[in-house]
């Protein structure tokens, strides 16, 4: 099974900072990585789907990029509605492991 | 409007027995794999189980396999997910999610609470 790892688990951050998380596979996926938010209480959230496309209505401050084995989810300019969890997903394989997550909050 | 409305949760002892829906509306039901995912308490998600769009192919995540079973009745416009054995690692909240041919889950809904405990 594909094993999906993220770092770091959380960071601090303040509205304006530029985010970079980062999303490794333990084997090779293509570009099959999908990057989601999720808020308190709340459903996940598509943000990034095939490692770099953005998904329809998702502001064009947050980008993904990799291939292969690394993945980055890039927030170019942190908003205050953007403190929230992130999970990459692998769609590789048909058992559709989430990473561990990454929690932003407001330092 | 796409809409995923799930039902079903509650409280179920060891061992015991639950059945969870999902109602779709808003988009061709029929034609989508849908996704099965869960979170528990204060942890992250974990994909559960896939079904095509046809049932044709099914697949599990290997903590359930054995004792959850994935379903649809494209008729009804309806997913479910049959769970038995419960443990109490399996009380998480439950979305059930639209699958794309891009291999994402583009929408989901609310959720709805498991918990298994005597």
């Known amino acids: 099974d594909i094993q999906m790892t993220q770092s770091p688990s959380s960071l601090s951050a303040s509205v304006g900072d530029r985010v970079t998380i980062t999303c490794r596979a333990s084997q090779s996926i293509s570009s099959y990585l999908n990057w989601y938010q999720q808020k308190p209480g709340k459903a996940p959230k598509l943000l990034i789907y095939?490692?770099?496309s953005l998904q329809s209505g998702v502001p064009s401050r947050f980008s993904g990029s990799g291939s292969g084995t690394d993945f980055t989810l890039t927030i170019s300019s942190l908003q205050p509605e953007d403190f929230a969890t992130y999970y990459c997903q692998q769609s590789y394989s048909t058992l559709r492991a989430f990473g561990p997550g990454t929690k932003v909050d407001i330092k | 409007e796409v809409q995923l409305v799930e039902s079903g949760g509650g409280l179920v002892k060891p061992g015991g027995s639950l059945r969870l829906s999902c109602a779709a509306s808003?988009?061709?039901?029929?034609?989508?794999?849908m996704n099965w995912v869960r979170q528990a308490p204060g942890k992250g998600l974990e994909w559960v189980s896939s079904?095509?769009?046809?049932?044709?192919?099914?697949y599990y995540a290997d903590s359930v396999k054995g004792r959850f079973t994935i379903s649809r009745d494209n008729a009804k416009n309806s997913l479910y997910l049959q769970m038995n054995s419960l443990r109490a690692e399996d009380t998480a909240v439950y979305y059930c999610?639209?699958?794309?041919?891009?291999?994402?889950?583009?929408?989901w809904g609310q959720g709805t609470l498991v918990t298994v405990s005597s």
């Open positions: 999610a639209r699958d794309t041919v891009a291999g994402n889950s583009d929408y």
């Open positions: 095939a490692a770099s």
């Open positions: 808003g988009f061709t039901f029929s034609s989508y794999s």
């Open positions: 079904i095509s769009s046809s049932s044709s192919y099914i």
